[in-house]
């Protein structure tokens, strides 16, 4: 008899509820199902499979210094699971809780499904802040904060060795996955993340809150460790409470050596909480991931996809330097900070006027640290189908001279525009015969943009639109800060979810 602990998206070993429980149940078997199908579904991508078997490799030899090292198994989940337990019998499958795409959650259905059938228990501890068959967001924050401060779970001293043979890791072409340009992608693996929380936290942190959001500074200033929660090479807690003791570090300087670091690590504190906050939604609503939250937008967009616009925006030559500059830099490592993910999806979705799914597909692809929770949930926000978000649409030449005014970015990312002069760099049109070769613009920009927002504002008007908005804000968002009980918890609290969108920010 074995204890399955199928690993998922926690590719660790400690703080593994599932890994620790289990070993206390008999011998173990660390098992990772590669499952080609999942790999053909149109929102995943050859670089998140290549960080993907860097993490399994760490993971391996993790387990392998326990006494009993990781077994791939490739194929379906339900026959995967099938055939072990005709092999060996198994006595229970551990795996943490999973809030991923609709491809995962229908299999999990039928995993849920093959086990009750074999009468096998199937346990699911959380391994983050998200919660299963939520009523409402009251007091999620505070359950959040909760779970954060709970005890990291050590890993097992020791696991029995079992021989149970393993198959072969396929490789990327095997499972149909193309490279796809990232010549500069981000490394996969627990030791990796371990290293950019320590020097985000101990050096690069410092000037986060300024620095998330130029895309000059964001590379080195964020803490780039959103692959790495994706694959669960760290969990959630164990960054939330790294970072909680280095608040208190920070706490105890005197006031000149503080320097920047009490608003760099209260911003990034917040941004761990929106992690769960946004997972949430998609686990409360899997269907937004590929319908309008907002059924009032719904037949808004779709009859007028532009193809050519499509292809323009995907492969950077919209004649918009700060987009395309965002775009290629995309492709070639797997990463965008913030506000940039924001500005390029909304001028696809405002300024091109795309229906989200295709453009947030493709994001999918490009994402390294893809994570459909959060990113279905941003997608819609930033295309205003949310109904109860600001609209916000974000001029990408007001963006470029804000956040890349030398122009180091667009000139390291366009090498048309490499020796254009800067005071017509974000205008490239401005200067023709300087253009070598770069495209004009595809949209004007201005008109573009005042005709997304009148759409959009004239549904808003609609009565029903409101009454159906209220509904959204009562099931997905976040509280008011004065839900949240302490005081220290009381500053972190507040989104602004439970205002209702005014007409605001046109041009961010
Ligand atoms: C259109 C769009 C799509 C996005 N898709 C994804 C996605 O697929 N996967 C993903 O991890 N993030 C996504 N984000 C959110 C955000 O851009 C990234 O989390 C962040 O840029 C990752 O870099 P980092 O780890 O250095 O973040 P940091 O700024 O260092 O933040 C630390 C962690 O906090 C969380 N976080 C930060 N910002 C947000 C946010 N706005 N919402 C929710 N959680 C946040 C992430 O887990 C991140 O790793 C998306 C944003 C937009 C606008």
């Known amino acids: 008899m074995i204890q399955v602990v199928w690993f998922k998206r926690d590719l660790r070993t400690i703080d593994h509820a599932a890994l620790s429980a289990a070993a206390l149940h008999g011998p173990v078997l660390p098992l990772y199902i590669v499952e080609p199908q999942l790999w053909q579904q149109a929102d995943v991508s050859h670089r998140q499979y290549q960080f993907l078997t860097e ?10 210094s326990f006494g009993q090292g990781l077994v791939v198994r ?100 095997t499972l149909g996955l193309s490279p796809d340009g990232c010549v500069a992608a981000q490394r996969g693996g627990r030791r990796r993340a371990l290293h950019l929380l320590d020097s985000f936290l101990s050096s690069r942190g410092e000037h986060y809150t300024k620095a998330m959001s ?13 692959a790495h929660l994706a694959y669960g090479t760290l969990s959630i807690r164990e960054v939330f409470q790294a970072l909680a003791q280095h608040q208190q570090y920070v706490r105890q300087l005197p006031t000149g050596r503080k320097g920047q670091w ?41 009859n007028d996809f532009n193809q050519a616009y499509f292809e323009a925006w995907q492969t950077g030559h919209t004649g918009y330097p700060m987009v395309d500059a965002c775009m290629r830099a995309l492709i070639a490592t797997g990463w965008l900070n913030f506000r940039m993910r924001a500005m390029v999806m ?8 795309l229906h989200w799914r295709k453009p947030a597909l493709h994001l999918a692809r490009l994402f390294t640290d893809y994570e459909p929770g959060i990113h279905y949930s941003q997608v819609q926000m930033q295309s205003g189908t949310t109904g109860i ?7 990408p030449i007001k963006q470029g001279i804000d956040h890349d005014s030398e122009g180091h970015f667009i000139r390291q990312w366009l090498s048309e525009l490499a020796n254009m002069p800067i005071e017509t760099l974000h205008t490239p049109w401005l200067a023709p015969d300087k253009m070598n070769g770069y ?7 201005a008109s573009a943009r005042k005709s997304a927002a009148a759409k959009l504002y004239q549904l808003r008007k609609n009565d029903s639109h409101e009454a159906t908005a209220k509904k959204i804000v009562k099931k997905h ?25 005014k007409q605001t920010e046109l041009a961010l």
């Open 346 to 353: 909304s001028f696809a979705s405002y300024h091109l006027w």
């Open 477 to 501: 968002g976040s509280r008011k800060k004065s839900t949240l009980n302490t005081s220290r918890r009381r500053k972190k609290g507040g989104d602004t979810e439970m205002k209702q969108p």
């Open 214 to 226: 130029s895309p000059v500074t964001a590379f080195d200033s964020c803490s780039r460790l959103s």
């Open 389 to 395: 978000n600001s609209i916000r649409i974000y001029n």
């Open 439 to 445: 495209p004009m613009p595809i949209v004007d920009e």
């Open 74 to 173: 490739v194929g379906d989940a339900v026959d995967v699971l099938n055939q072990l337990h005709q092999d060996y019998q198994i006595a229970a499958i551990w795996s943490h809780q999973e809030t991923w795409n609709g491809w995962t959650f229908q299999r999990d259905k039928r995993i849920l499904a093959w086990t009750q059938q074999h009468t096998i228990p199937w346990h699911e501890p959380t391994q983050n802040g998200v919660i299963r068959r939520l009523a409402d967001r009251d007091g999620w924050a505070i359950q959040w904060y909760k779970t954060m401060d709970k005890a990291i779970v050590p890993a097992p001293n020791k696991l029995t060795q079992i021989s149970i043979p393993s198959d072969k890791l396929p490789s990327a072409d």
């Open 55 to 64: 993490c399994l490799a760490e993971l391996d030899s993790a387990l392998q």
């Open 262 to 302: 009490p608003s760099g690590l209260q911003s990034f504190s917040g941004r761990l909480r929106w992690h769960c906050h946004f997972i949430q939604k998609l686990e409360d609503e899997p269907r937004s991931e590929f319908e309008n939250l907002h059924p009032a937008y719904d037949g808004l967009r779709e």
